[in-house]
């Protein structure tokens, strides 16, 4: 089955700078990969996700880039807000042909006023 | 939010009792997913389902059994609750959707103690 890695577990950024997550999957077969956020005492809820097909995807000030060779993909936050400060987790197809996902065990992403 | 709800919101219990979490959604959506949720594992898979009486396992089903007779309704039963079941536990549904992407959608969760 999939082990996804995911670096850092925490991580605090001062207001308005960049944030960046990375996640490493195994399954060179893998072809969705998203991202949820979840607040504290919250639901983790989807907030960008990407196909295997491309190498970036943006929303606003997130944006999702898939590095296939090496396996791994990143969640970009820019112009950090307080309100970014939540837990993000990245996932992965459990295994090929599966519609389960593989969550890594999360990122604490802190953002100071 | 998806329209999925969760049953109880909060339960407190023995060791040793029989305990059924509810999962209803109105989505109509084929999947459905329980995971537990404890501070540094993330989110582990308990047990899912394809389809109506179509279950299968997931990572950590051990002490876990689960029953889908609705495509609206997957039930999560501990036959008997140990502490370590002390956790909180989330339901999901996905659809595989336009360009095969099958994001899951998670209920508000169910805050289980055991004592």
């Known amino acids: 089955g999939e082990n996804v890695e995911q670096h850092p577990s925490t991580l605090s950024v001062q207001e308005g700078d960049s944030a960046v997550i990375k996640c490493t999957y195994s399954?060179?077969?893998?072809?969705?990969f998203p991202w949820y956020k979840q607040e504290l005492g919250k639901r983790p809820q989807l907030i960008i996700d990407i196909r295997s097909n491309v190498g970036e995807k943006k929303d606003q000030r997130i944006a999702v880039t898939l590095n296939k060779t090496a396996k791994h993909f990143s969640l970009h936050i820019t112009e950090t807000q307080p309100e970014d400060s939540a837990v993000y987790f990245c996932a992965a197809p459990a295994g090929a042909g599966s519609y389960q996902l593989t969550f890594g065990k999360g990122t604490k992403l802190s953002v100071i006023p | 939010d998806a329209g999925i709800t969760q049953s109880p919101r909060h339960k407190v219990t023995e060791t040793g009792t029989p305990v059924t979490l509810r999962c209803h959604q109105t989505e109509n959506h084929r999947y459905m997913y329980w995971y537990r949720q404890d501070p540094g594992h993330g989110l582990r898979l308990i047990h899912y389902?394809?389809?109506?009486?179509?279950?299968d396992k997931g990572e950590v089903s051990d002490g876990y059994s689960v029953s889908r007779s609705k495509t609206e309704d997957f039930l999560l039963t501990l036959e008997s609750a140990t502490s370590s079941q002390t956790s909180v536990y989330f339901c999901?549904?996905?659809?595989?959707?336009?360009?095969?992407?099958?994001?899951?959608?998670f209920g508000p969760g169910t805050r289980l103690t055991v004592t």
């Open positions: 389902s394809y389809g109506v009486k179509d279950t």
């Open positions: 399954d060179s077969a893998s072809n969705y």
């Open positions: 999901a549904i996905s659809e595989v959707s336009r360009y095969d992407r099958y994001e899951q959608y």
